[in-house]
């Protein structure tokens, strides 16, 4: 079974510092996402990496995938109050026609001035 | 831009009552998904769905739980007899062909069971 886990679970960060969220998964993958939800709100996709190695930048957010580690980060870069959210990782290891997401528990982000 | 709808917003129901939650994918999207959940907690994949029938299932899909495409432009998520542990925000997501690695989420039916 695939197990995904996060960490840390909440994150209390100060404007203009940098801070990082790792995501560690329990098999083979190379499809993983990262999505940012807001209190009460949907999920928005941020990230999407499919390959060992892949690293996109949004902003101040930069995510990485290491396949052989079976890891990703999502690195956080002069954060700012906007950025408080709930972030979540999810892993794909399906085969079949679609994508089953297995999410990881999510890391809360407070950032404040 | 296109959006992911769901309806209704916010359902309360009792428990034992059926309930069918409503979405409307992206309209060229084929790829078809329901995830749920429950307050606080982390997002569970419930079912995907493509080409007329279910891809993929989890566990907590049981014989509770039927998904359907009934015309070209809905995706409807029905419980049969509603436990007060079905109680989540239960989310609809869909895929284009051209991009399958990229779900869109829809805001989210809040299910109150009671």
């Known amino acids: 079974e695939l197990k995904v886990e996060q960490n840390p679970l909440f994150l209390s960060m100060q404007e203009g510092k940098n801070y990082t969220i790792y995501c560690n998964y329990s098999?083979?993958?190379?499809?993983l996402y990262w999505y940012r939800q807001d209190p009460g709100k949907s999920l928005e996709s941020l990230f999407v990496?499919?390959?060992?190695?892949a690293v996109k930048q949004e902003g101040r957010l930069m995510a990485s995938l290491d396949t052989k580690a079976r890891l990703s980060t999502l690195h956080i870069t002069a954060a700012v109050h906007d950025l408080s959210a709930t972030y979540f990782c999810?892993?794909?290891?399906?085969?079949?026609?679609?994508?089953?997401?297995?999410f990881g528990g999510g890391t809360r982000v407070l950032v404040k001035p | 831009e296109p959006e992911v709808t769901q309806t209704p917003s916010h359902q309360v129901t009792q428990m034992g009552q059926e309930v069918i939650l409503r979405c409307v994918p992206i309209?060229?999207?084929?790829?078809f998904y329901w995830y749920r959940q429950i307050l606080g907690q982390k997002v569970e994949f419930l079912v995907s769905?493509?080409?007329?029938?279910?891809?993929?299932k989890s566990e907590i899909f049981d014989d509770q739980f039927s998904v359907e495409r009934p015309d070209g432009s809905n995706f409807t998520l029905k419980i049969r007899s509603t436990k007060l542990e079905d109680s989540a925000m239960y989310f609809c997501?869909?895929?284009?062909?051209?991009?399958?690695?990229?779900?869109?989420f829809g805001p989210g039916t809040r299910l109150t069971v009671t």
């Open positions: 990496l499919l390959s060992n190695g």
């Open positions: 997501a869909s895929s284009p062909p051209a991009d399958p690695y990229e779900q869109y």
């Open positions: 999810a892993v794909d290891i399906t085969e079949a026609a679609g994508n089953k997401l297995t």
């Open positions: 309209s060229n999207h084929l790829y």
């Open positions: 769905f493509y080409n007329n029938e279910i891809s993929e």
């Open positions: 098999t083979t993958s190379d499809r």
